[in-house]
């Protein structure tokens, strides 16, 4: 096994591997008619904002420090329970990105209410499988992402990798709809919580790692993060961004990320 994983075949054999297992999802994954309808939304949403430039909000103590009503106007991509910030803010984000399965699961409902743009894993369809009378313009796009084959994906309309966090797919579909520059704002990079990536944990009070003692309150279920993992689905966003003439600036107010550009916040306005 070691003399497998050192020889220059495995990497063809492993992707060989993934993909041989993952065929019996393929069926379902692009003909189901919700996806089928996700597909289509994709392909009216190919480049529609090229040229243009956008806001990633990642969910950091550090929005508790920015000043949002800046993004009024602006294209954003809000992600997971963003939405929490919203009567706040006095406005919604553009669009929201949620892709872990415990995050979905435990706020399908709240995710469904919203009237903005959703794009969800297209593994997590059960969540809202399962809502009663749900709405049909209330659906979301369902991305079909995996956790295998690092890689960034420049058409969302296939696999989007997820790159152990839902920045790296917002980021991919920020490139699928022709954004020219990105800023990310809100991405820490830094868990005061600590552990073994991955791990599930439950959260035993408030929540200090993000913008809100409430995003990730007592009893909610959540993964550890996997920052490493990260950093390499943000290396390869840099990398596509870059051979395409186009960039990724990172505003985040104190954020430990040292993958991307810096820039002052204020200075964008």
């Known amino acids: 096994?070691?003399?497998?994983?050192?020889?220059?075949?495995?990497?063809?054999?492993?992707?060989?591997?993934?993909?041989l297992r993952d065929l019996p999802q393929l069926p379902e994954a692009y003909l189901h008619p919700w996806r089928r309808e996700s597909l289509r939304r994709l392909t009216?949403?190919?480049?529609i904002h090229k040229g243009q430039r956008a806001f990633i909000l990642g969910?950091?103590?550090?929005l508790k420090h920015t000043d949002l009503s800046k993004l009024r106007g602006e294209i954003t991509f809000g992600l997971n329970r963003i939405y929490l910030l919203f009567p706040e803010l006095g406005f919604q984000t553009t669009y929201l990105v949620s892709i872990n399965d415990l995050v979905i699961e435990q706020c399908a409902a709240e995710m469904a209410a919203l009237t903005l743009p959703k794009f969800i894993s297209w593994r997590s369809r059960r969540h809202f499988e399962s809502l009663p009378n749900l709405r049909p313009d209330r659906l979301p796009t369902f991305l079909y992402t995996t956790y295998?084959?690092?890689?960034?994906?420049?058409?969302?309309r296939g696999r989007l990798w997820e790159g152990a966090t839902v920045?790296?797919?917002?980021?991919?579909l920020a490139y699928h709809m022709g954004i020219q520059q990105v800023i990310?704002?809100?991405?820490d990079h830094n868990f005061?919580?600590?552990?073994?990536?991955?791990?599930?944990?439950?959260?035993?009070?408030?929540?200090?790692?993000?913008?809100?003692?409430?995003?990730?309150?007592?009893?909610?279920?959540?993964?550890?993060?996997?920052?490493?993992?990260?950093e390499i689905g943000y290396r390869l966003a840099r990398q596509a961004y870059e051979q395409a003439g186009r960039q990724v600036l990172d505003a985040t107010i104190g954020g430990k990320?040292?993958?991307?550009?810096?820039?002052?916040?204020?200075?964008l306005f």
């Open 1 to 19: 096994m070691k003399f497998l994983k050192t020889s220059r075949l495995y990497p063809l054999l492993r992707d060989a591997y993934i993909t």
């Open 257 to 267: 990320l040292t993958i991307f550009e810096k820039v002052d916040y204020d200075s």
């Open 184 to 187: 990310l704002i809100g991405v």
């Open 192 to 230: 005061v919580s600590k552990g073994p990536a991955n791990t599930t944990v439950i959260s035993e009070g408030d929540d200090p790692n993000h913008f809100s003692p409430a995003y990730f309150g007592k009893g909610f279920r959540w993964q550890l993060p996997d920052l490493e993992t990260s």
């Open 44 to 47: 009216a949403l190919k480049d």
């Open 59 to 62: 969910n950091g103590p550090s």
């Open 148 to 156: 295998d084959l690092p890689r960034f994906a420049r058409d969302a």
């Open 167 to 172: 920045t790296n797919v917002a980021l991919q």
